[in-house]
């Protein structure tokens, strides 16, 4: 695989400001449609539930979820449904066909009731733009969806290569797909790298952006990086905390050890503490 890993021109793009958007977690349309259940959505969950690509995941469709997906559906954001292609703890990752913009899209559907929101509160609790959450497991997932939306949209306006996020409903987000036939692109861990150098120039700028932007990733490792179509792109942000949160700090220093800890094993000569200070000395706004 011979790769440049070029980077994104930003020039073009809004410059990020330190206005933090409140993110709406209020009752959404979706839930609205849970539990009105008219004749035409029952339809559409027997045919999901009966679907020989969903059975293996009957924990993640639950009624509210059936209903999220119905709206889309209804919305024109998703044509039909492929499987699965990738699964965690948390959510799972489906193609789907999308509309005639987008073509081949994800969505990710986050499991409410198998989610560890204890987790997620840690990234939740300190970010400017939500209010206390409580221990209310649901509005933390539905909040955890639409941190990762949000975060993604700040994340390309830094001119940081993200997959573009398409459409929310409650604990379903519908994004950019990033690969080809229903394949995903293949992660940083599992890529032949040509030239592990300009790889880690292009990872190194691209966590300076996020930095420049108010944002640390979080959870980056080379897992949760993509060699898409010879660029590299960031992915799973749910997690990515604003500076002002408390432990965004220690986050960062995490970030910068995985990733120089990767590239080691590629043979650069590079250490956590180093990255971390070259990406605070370039920051173009001190934090």
């Not at 059936?66 to 889309?72: D, G, Q, R």
């Not at 994004?175 to 790298?193: K, Q, V």
């Not at 108010?214 to 080379?222: P, R």
């Not at 942000?237 to 220093?253: I, K």
Request: glycine fraction near 8%; include cysteine; aromatic fraction near 10%.
């Amino acid at each position: 695989m011979n790769e440049e890993y070029g980077l994104l021109d930003p020039d073009n793009v809004d410059s990020p400001g330190d206005e933090w958007e409140e993110i709406d977690v209020s009752d959404t349309e979706a839930d609205r449609i849970a539990r009105r259940r008219d004749r035409e959505f029952n339809q559409f969950r027997k045919r999901v539930k009966d679907s020989d690509q969903f059975k293996v995941e009957q924990s993640v469709f639950d009624d509210a979820t059936l209903a999220a997906l119905y709206k889309l559906v209804q919305d024109g954001y998703v044509q039909a449904f492929g499987g699965p292609i990738s699964s965690g703890k948390e959510a799972t990752v489906y193609t789907a066909l999308g509309d005639e913009k987008y073509g081949e899209v994800a969505v990710k559907i986050y499991r409410i009731n198998a989610s560890d929101f204890r987790d997620m509160r840690e990234y939740l609790v300190g970010d400017p733009r939500f209010e206390e959450l409580g221990g209310d497991k649901k509005r933390i997932v539905l909040a955890w969806v639409r941190k990762e939306s949000a975060n993604l949209n700040r994340a390309r306006k830094a001119g940081v290569r993200v997959p573009e996020p398409i459409a929310v409903q409650r604990n379903v987000l519908v994004m950019e797909f990033m690969g080809n036939d229903g394949r995903r692109a293949p992660t940083l861990a599992d890529a032949h790298l040509e030239n592990p150098q300009t790889a880690f120039e292009v990872v190194r700028e691209y966590m300076r952006r996020l930095f420049d932007a108010g944002l640390v990733h979080g959870d980056l490792s080379e897992y949760n990086i993509l060699v898409s179509n010879g660029e590299l792109c960031i992915i799973d942000v749910g997690q990515a905390v604003t500076f002002h949160h408390p432990n965004s700090g220690e986050f960062l220093t995490r970030d910068c050890v995985n990733i120089a800890s990767f590239f080691r094993r590629q043979g650069l000569e590079i250490q956590g503490d180093e990255l971390e200070e070259w990406i605070r000395e370039n920051a173009e706004t001190e934090r």
